[in-house]
T-cell receptor
Framework: GAVVSQHPSWVICKSGTSVKIECRSL??????MFWYRQFPKQSLMLMAT?????????EQGVEKDKFLINHASLTLSTLTVTSAHPEDSSFYIC???????????FGEGSRLTVL | AQSVAQPEDQVNVAEGNPLTVKCTYS??????LFWYVQYPNRGLQFLLK??????LVKGSYGFEAEFNKSQTSFHLKKPSALVSDSALYFC????????????FGKGTTLSVSS
């Protein structure tokens, strides 16, 4: 079946640096990509929705200048956490929506730890 | 606005016993309901979904869920729990079939004891 490849799985960075997380849709075209954030033992909170070739739409309370989302192609979307701080430490998960059916496929998630 | 509620933070059940993980929803129009399971530090695994049709939906790993419109519920069930079923379970809703994100419940931790 369709797969979303997300990497890195784990990343540790120093405070103030930027980190990029990639999600690639394999065997399907993700016209829409959703980015979620999950705190330990909590639910997934939708951060933003991106459509290929368009600017992302951010949920209320999510800083668009801190969480830069790019969806330049139908198979690749990236989330860049800029000037990361310890409070940005979290589990980030992407989800691609297949263009034809709207079926959703999730990446394996990326654990970000900011020291 | 659409939302889902999972009233239980944790469900404990003995291996071999039936299990139920509760979910209620609130959505205008016809709901599209989903159940996912998550193991530690992993992504989500799809279990089942209700779009339309039969109220009883059968999914992966022996799980099933019953859509109850009058009670606005979509409880997850399994006749006989396994220790390996221990994980975090999420109910989710989407208000149409395509183009919109899933909105997740807070999650329920299922613990199956041997």
């Amino acid at each position: 079946g369709a797969v979303v490849s997300q990497h890195p799985s784990w990343v540790i960075c120093k405070s103030g640096t930027s980190v990029k997380i990639e999600c690639r849709s394999l065997d399907f075209q993700a016209t829409t990509m959703f980015w979620y954030r999950q705190f330990p033992k909590q639910s997934l909170m939708l951060m933003a929705t991106s459509n290929e070739g368009s600017k992302a739409t951010y949920e209320q309370g999510v800083e668009k200048d801190k969480f830069l989302i790019n969806h330049a192609s139908l198979t690749l979307s990236t989330l860049t956490v800029t000037s990361a701080h310890p409070e940005d430490s979290s589990f980030y998960i992407c989800s691609g929506a297949e263009g034809g059916t709207g079926e959703l496929f999730f990446g394996e998630g990326s654990r970000l730890t900011v020291l | 606005a659409q939302s889902v509620a999972q009233p239980e933070d944790q469900v404990n059940v003995a291996e071999g016993n039936p299990l139920t993980v509760k979910c209620t929803y609130s959505v205008s129009g016809n709901p599209y309901l989903f159940w996912y399971v998550q193991y530690p530090n992993r992504g989500l695994q799809f279990l089942l979904k209700y779009i339309t049709g039969d109220n009883l939906v059968k999914g992966s790993y022996g799980f099933e869920a019953e859509f109850n419109k009058s009670q606005t519920s979509f409880h997850l069930k399994k006749p006989s729990a396994l220790v390996s079923d221990s994980a975090l379970y999420f109910c989710a809703v989407r208000y149409n079939q395509a183009g919109t994100a899933l909105i997740f419940g807070k999650g329920t931790t299922l613990s199956v004891s041997s």
